[in-house]
Structures are given as C-alpha cells and as structure tokens.
C-alpha cells in the first residue's frame, strides 16, 4: 500500500484510536463495569496498526489474550467490543465470551484466544482454505514471545513453510510472558532467527516504529498474495500496563517501564516524525481528542445495552452442523 501524508496521518490516528479503547477499558475495568479480565497492550500500538491496517477486509486475523487492537483495527465496532467486554446481550459475541473470546467472522476476524498458541492452528486452517480456492487472501496470526514456545506455534510454522501458505506470523515481542523476562524463558532470544529453521523470511523490527512495522509488514503481504508462503516478523515492543489490567507488576524493574513509556512511546515517535513533516500539534491533539470521544461514546452506549436472558445461557452451546446425518 502507498505511504503519504494522509496514510501517515490515518495510523497516527489509528495508534490513539487503539489507545483511547484501551485505557478506558483499563479504567473502567478497574471500576468494576466490566467483566472478566482485560489484558491491554497500551504502549504496543504500532506493532499492531503497521501490520493490521494494511489488512484487507477479505482477509483474516487471529488475535491473542491481548488482542483488543487487532479486533478493532481489523473493523470490528468499538461499541460491541466495549458490550462484550461488559457481558452485554448486543455484545460483539452476544456478552458470552468477554475480551478473550471475540471473533466477527464477516470482518475476517477468527477470535482473541485464552490458549496461548491455539490461534496458529486455526491460521494455518484457514490459509490452507484460501489456497485451495486460489484466492489472494492472507491470514494474519498474532503471538507473544513467551507463547513462541508452544508446540502449535512450531507446528504452524512449519507447516506453512512446506505448503507455502499465505500466512504473516507476527510475534509481539513484548519481553515478558506474564512476569518472566523473555531471557529466562529461551535460551536464544533473537526469535526472528528461528525463521530459518522453517525456510522462511524471518525479519527482527523496531516495533515501536510504525513506519518500520508497515514496511516489513508489506513485504510479507506482497509475498504471501503472491503465492510465495508465509513470514515470520518479530516486532520488539513493551507494555506499559502489568500482564492483566489490575494484577500486581513487582518483577519488572519501575525504570525500565519508565523508559520506555518516556523515550520510545511508539505514538510520541510518530508524532515527532509528523511535525517534522509540518503537521501542526494542534492537529495531533485534535486526533487524540476526537478518539477519546469516539470511545466514550461507544462505551456509553454499550453500558445501556441489557444483560442477555437467563434462558438464553443453552443457547449456541452447539453448533447446528449436519455430522453422518446427525443434528449435533
Ligand atoms: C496454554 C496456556 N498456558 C499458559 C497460559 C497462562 N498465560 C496467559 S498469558 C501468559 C503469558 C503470555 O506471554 P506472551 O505470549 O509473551 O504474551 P503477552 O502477555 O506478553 O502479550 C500465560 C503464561 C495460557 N493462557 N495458556
Ligand atoms: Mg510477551
């Protein structure tokens, strides 16, 4: 996809919109409004905005625990997020699933998932479907640095590199599964190598350079549209938030927080590449204002939404697939 000022200006604006669902989320989580548990990747903005808002809406996307930004940058509305999250009738996913389980398959949108790792399976299904019907499509598959050690991962991996799939496997290198420091967790932490061992680009990225994140992302794209099969990117980010909005965070040292969230913010960066551009400060305030509005609304209107019906608890427990001519 072309780069100019107004698609520069749209990630800006796309970064804050992620931003602005997600402190709210945090805040009002915290409050008590909101159910379940709520993992936020303020400060990890660009990593998925790069990638993501160069998605078609033909395409498809997994997403993982912490995976909020990709549900809404891929297209879903952030007033049924916001109602799932509050378990609400008109929810994204009718109020039964909450931020880990939230899918809108008309947008390509194969879920956020608890299980870490279970997404590539599922992506490495989905791309197989896509190149057997010979269509351009690509299916994006989000995972952590501490879940690149799961089994499915490995497995998905591989097998899309020997069928040459058309999938882009983005690893959100955060540095931290929960509370243990990537360092702890693999002995060989440039993960973007393991590539290699698939027979596959792997590319290790500034994740918190959005501009950086969409360059390697569209290269992946570009192959995997091609026929060419998968990539695999490592975009080195951090969180700002602990693992899960309200969980203690004793482990990882206060000043390493601080510095990242002081002089590598990814949409402090791209601001200061914009007014070097002569994009004026007013209009990166009005952006960030318009997004904070934007959610507030669509929080406002999930919080008006009802509760489902007691009765409604059996319902969509099952599919209605015809199984050797049974109703399961
Ligand atoms: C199969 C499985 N094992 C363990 C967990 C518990 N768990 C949830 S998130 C997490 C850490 C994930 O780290 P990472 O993949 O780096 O993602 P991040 O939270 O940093 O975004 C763990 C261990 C789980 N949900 N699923
Ligand atoms: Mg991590």
């Known amino acids: 996809m072309e780069m100019n000022k107004d698609t520069m200006l749209d990630l800006y604006r796309q970064m804050w919109r992620m ?22 990747g303020v400060g990890e903005e660009a990593s998925t905005v ?4 160069q998605a078609r809406l033909t395409d498809y996307t997994t997403a993982t625990h912490r995976g909020h930004g990709v549900v809404l940058l891929k297209g879903a509305e952030a007033k049924l997020m916001y109602a799932e999250l509050g ?4 929810g994204l996913c009718k109020g039964r699933g909450g931020s880990m389980h939230m899918a809108d398959l008309e947008k390509g949108i194969l879920g956020t998932n608890g299980i870490l ?10 791309a197989l479907g896509i190149k057997y019907k010979k269509l351009d499509d690509v299916v994006f598959c989000y995972f952590g640095d ?10 998905a991996m591989n097998m899309a590199g020997a069928l040459k799939l058309p999938i882009i ?5 955060n540095q931290y599964g929960m509370w243990t420091p990537l360092t702890k967790a693999s002995a060989n932490v440039d993960l973007a190598k393991r590539a290699e061992g698939y027979g596959i680009p792997g590319a290790a990225v500034d994740g918190n350079d959005v501009l950086a994140v969409w360059e390697s992302a569209g290269v992946a794209i570009d192959r995997a549209r091609k026929g060419e099969g998968p990539s695999f990117l490592e975009l080195k980010t951090y969180r700002y938030y602990p693992h899960s909005v309200g969980l203690p965070d004793p482990w990882r040292p206060k000043e390493e927080i601080e510095e990242w969230r002081t002089t590598r913010d990814p949409i402090d960066r791209f601001g200061k590449v ?25 929080f406002n209107w999930a919080m008006q939404q ?23």
Request: proline letters at 3%; charged letters at 20%; hydrophobic letters at 40%.
């Open 19 to 40: 931003r602005s669902f997600e402190e709210l989320a945090a805040t009002e989580f915290k409050a008590g409004k909101l159910q379940g548990f709520v993992h936020v």
């Open 50 to 53: 790069g990638v993501i808002c």
């Open 87 to 90: 378990g609400r009738a008109t």
């Open 146 to 155: 501490g879940q690149s050690n799961e089994g499915g991962i490995h497995e």
């Open 117 to 126: 790792g279970a997404g590539a399976p599922i992506a490495m299904g989905v």
């Open 274 to 298: 914009l007014m070097a551009q002569d994009v004026k400060q007013e209009t990166l305030e009005a952006i960030e204002k318009e997004t904070v509005d934007e959610m507030q609304e669509a």
């Open 169 to 173: 496997f983005v690893c959100t290198n």
């Open 306 to 328: 009802p509760f489902p019906d007691v009765t409604q608890a059996y319902q969509d427990v099952y599919t209605n697939l015809a199984v050797e001519g049974r109703t399961v």
